[in-house]
């Protein structure tokens, strides 16, 4: 038996007769192969990534963790190649160890008969089975088609490969303005969309590609071949086109309507501002104050008020009717920005409003400036003339219930004013003053609440599950406490941390949601819980022998627990954080370092402190899908933690199109309202 095709095989080893032993044994079979050595499992990533490995043996006894690195690599990348362990030696204990650290199958060089009847039966069940899989996906994708012909699909569909599209149909030349689909194959596929929008959609294909893409739409801006923006939303899903690996992107047509369903939109086109398509004020304010009534949402609620800077300098430039096409083009880039649980609309002539929730004030503040940078990158057109303007905006925070709408408008239209002063493309936040005799007597109501909250045990812990980008089956979830109040509703943390806080009972809840954390992790075996610590907490020289006790009492695995502390506070206390990390990590526990916003002590905290995630703050995910330098700056961060073998997540995710950017950028894993909502999964500890 022999074949003139060369098997392509990596060798993971130090020396190279290892690598030259293995060709020789697959020679002698007659088997041609082309036997590539590398010394690092951490490159054998890279060398997967060509898809042209059939094979790979690593000589296990080289480095006790080898062999599991490689079979973690092969199972983060998703490709199944056959991992053979070569030893020296091998016993039945040894062979089940290996095949349980996932090795196919053990093997020895002093054996090289049994070593060549293992490496030639490796290679034909991984053929066997990629062309197994390779028929089953064939038979599915041209089922698919023919469904496809049959019900007369008015989707737009097209098939990508390698960037470059493959093949479109009749309805995708339409929206893109084709005559005639075979004008599309060969094209450049990012070339169909708007710079803004192509690290997001560049993000998506390859997470596509390896088969990690959830199923939900990606907002984009096409351009036709008139150069006319075109508003999409596409559809990803693996696929396959002429034998080959690809994604087809789908976007659905929209259906026919009946008489109710028309008449419903006649009915909500007039609640709308014609020149801009948003809502008109009358309705908006209606709408805010219903929202108003209620409950604030988790994180931080405000109106952010955008007005246009020099409004009558730019109507003198451009006309009445110029005028309106350059705030239908503001709407639209304010329409991109927003989240599908804002509620936004045009408030005067020159200005625009959304009553938006964000994680923290600092997002809120990073969104609106996103905004207010994406209008001043952009060239509006008004009446064959392009135009550049820019607008300014004010934030009015919204923390409680029963806020009048008009005062809260009032108060963001102050901020907008101080902010712009003394020159235009500003941001503003309220001041919110209060004295503190006022700060006083509500910290004392605070205070009372908290304690009989503890004592009557109405506290809660909530979970958020933290999703994998990077493929690590690592089950993550962030934990966050909440207080039920008198009536059994809900209080979030941001009512009543800073009044713990300023009262010293902070030390108080956090040791009650530690408590928690470790029945949650008694509940879930196999999970890993990240833990606020508050400064008081972090800087408590009594809180490791307590922490020991609990673990030893509990019986819970080292590393399941990973404490947090915020940018702020290490960089603060770098010298007590640094030894309260070393303390924790001595007795089983992880450390992460959240809200990190690369400020100018960032280097120093990540050379000094043994970390085992990073997790980036949610402030740089506003409108990072359409800011390359913002883009550069996450990369930078990205970077900078891998070299140092930390894990990043991305904090207070909202949309799939920065969910796409961050694949793009490597970030490790990501929460938010994109992945899941705190739910509430404890009420003791």
């Not at 039945?92 to 290996?98: C, K, L, P, Q, Y």
């Amino acid at each position: 038996m022999s074949e003139t095709t060369a098997v392509p095989v990596i060798v993971l080893s130090r020396h190279e007769d290892n690598a030259e032993a293995v060709n020789r044994v697959l020679r002698n079979n007659g088997r041609a192969a082309h036997v590539q050595r590398i010394d690092d499992a951490g490159d054998l990533a890279d060398h997967l990534g060509s898809g042209e490995c059939e094979l790979v043996v690593v000589f296990s006894a080289e480095n006790e963790n080898l062999l599991a690195t490689a079979a973690a690599v092969l199972d983060a990348t998703g490709i199944e190649v056959p991992l053979i362990s070569c030893r020296e030696e091998l016993d039945e204990d040894v062979i089940a160890d290996d095949i349980g650290a996932g090795a196919h199958d053990a093997v020895s060089l002093r054996r090289t008969d049994r070593l060549g009847a293992v490496l030639e039966r490796a290679l034909k069940a991984g053929r066997l089975n990629r062309a197994l899989k390779g028929a089953v996906r064939s038979a599915s994708s041209y089922r698919e088609q023919l469904q496809q012909v049959v019900a007369g699909t008015g989707d737009a569909i097209a098939h990508v490969g390698e960037g470059i599209v493959l093949d479109a149909n009749h309805a995708w030349a339409s929206l893109f303005g084709f005559d005639d689909e075979q004008a599309l194959p060969g094209l450049t596929f990012m070339d169909l969309f708007s710079s803004e929008h192509q690290p997001a959609i560049k993000g998506a294909l390859v997470a596509c590609m390896q088969g990690r893409w959830p199923p939900q739409g990606l907002k984009a801006t096409g351009i036709n071949r008139q150069d006319q923006p075109v508003s999409l939303v596409l559809e990803l899903e693996p696929a396959r086109f002429d034998d080959e690996d690809c994604v087809r992107v789908r976007i659905p047509a929209r259906g026919q309507e009946d008489e109710e369903s028309l008449a419903e939109r006649l009915q909500a086109a007039l609640r709308l501002d014609q020149a801009t398509g948003l809502f008109g004020r009358r309705y908006l304010l209606e709408k805010m104050t219903e929202r108003l009534e209620e409950d604030p949402p988790a994180g931080v609620q405000a109106l952010v008020l955008f007005r246009v800077d020099d409004f009558y300098g730019l109507h003198r430039q451009v006309g009445a009717h110029g005028l309106e096409l350059v705030l239908a083009g503001v709407a639209d880039v304010l329409r991109d920005a927003v989240q599908s649980r804002d509620l936004y609309g045009r408030l005067a002539t020159n200005e625009f409003g959304a009553l938006a929730a964000r994680g923290t004030r600092r997002d809120l503040k990073a969104w609106a400036a996103s905004v207010v940078s994406r209008v001043a990158r952009t060239l509006f057109e008004a009446g064959g003339k392009s135009v550049s303007l820019s607008i300014s905006a004010g934030i009015a925070i919204a923390d409680r219930r029963g806020i009048n709408a008009d005062d809260l408008y009032a108060e963001a239209s102050e901020a907008l004013a101080r902010a712009t002063e003394l020159a235009g493309g500003q941001v503003g936040m309220s001041q919110q003053a209060e004295d503190s005799s006022r700060i006083e007597e509500q910290d004392q109501l605070w205070l009372s609440r908290i304690k009989r909250a503890l004592i009557e045990n109405r506290f809660r812990l909530a979970d958020q599950p933290i999703a994998s980008l990077s493929g690590e089956d690592r089950d993550l979830h962030d934990l966050f406490v909440r207080m039920i109040d008198e009536q059994g509703e809900e209080v979030m943390p941001a009512q009543f941390m800073r009044a713990a806080e300023r009262n010293k009972v902070i030390k108080n809840i956090d040791r009650w949601v530690i408590g928690a954390a470790f029945s949650f992790c008694m509940a879930h075996p196999g999970a890993t819980a990240l833990v606020r610590l508050s400064k008081d907490t972090m800087l408590d020289a009594m809180l490791p022998a307590w922490l020991e006790t609990c673990r030893k009492n509990t019986k819970l695995p080292e590393g399941v627990v990973v404490f947090q502390v915020t940018e702020e506070v290490a960089a603060s206390h770098l010298k007590q954080t640094l030894d309260m990390v070393n303390r924790l990590k001595k007795i089983g526990f992880g450390f992460s370092l959240e809200a990190f916003t690369a400020g100018p002590s960032s280097v120093q905290l990540l050379s000094h402190l043994p970390m085992d995630y990073l997790k980036i703050d949610g402030s740089l995910m506003q409108g990072l899908a359409g800011d390359e330098p913002l883009q550069e700056r996450v990369k930078a961060i990205v970077d900078q933690a891998r070299t140092r073998d930390i894990r990043t997540i991305a904090e207070r995710v909202e949309d799939a199109n920065t969910m796409a950017v961050l694949w793009q950028l490597g970030v490790h894993y990501i929460q938010g309202y994109q992945i899941r909502e705190p739910e509430v999964v404890l009420s003791g500890g």
